[in-house]
């Protein structure tokens, strides 16, 4: 009788673990955001720089991938794209590719704090998050 109450014990904990772990939410808001003008203060020599909007249709659509993905890495850094305006005009060409998104959403990696690739839209960026996952 005791294993049956126990047993039932362990069935309904594992429930409401499971009901409570489903309704958790990832959100941008959990993650480390930074201003785009403080990016030359990362300390981490590998990282990456997500660039979104709130209002971006496919930013959404891969918002699920790119936040599981982020949750993966301590190196992970959003920028939101509508709090921080980005100018290209007059930048010198080694800033250019560095700082400069050209939509979004924009995936940049950088390697010993050097931009190693940009990824622009939502299937470039999930194509990658899935073979990186």
Known sequence: MKRIKLLLLLIVALSINTDISSKIRLDYATFKHI??????????????LYFYTDQCFY???????????????????FVNVATNF???????????????IYGTPTLKYFANRRL?????????IRDYLFSNS
Do not use: Q, R
């Open 35 to 48: 201003n785009i003008v403080d990016i030359n203060s990362i300390e981490a020599n590998n990282y990456y």
């Open 59 to 77: 930013c959404a659509s891969i918002k699920n991938e790119i936040l599981k993905f982020a949750s993966h890495n301590n190196n992970f850094f």
């Open 86 to 100: 980005i100018s290209c005009n007059g930048m010198d060409d080694n800033k250019l590719d560095t700082y400069c």
């Open 116 to 124: 190693d690739f940009t990824l622009i839209g939502a299937s470039k």
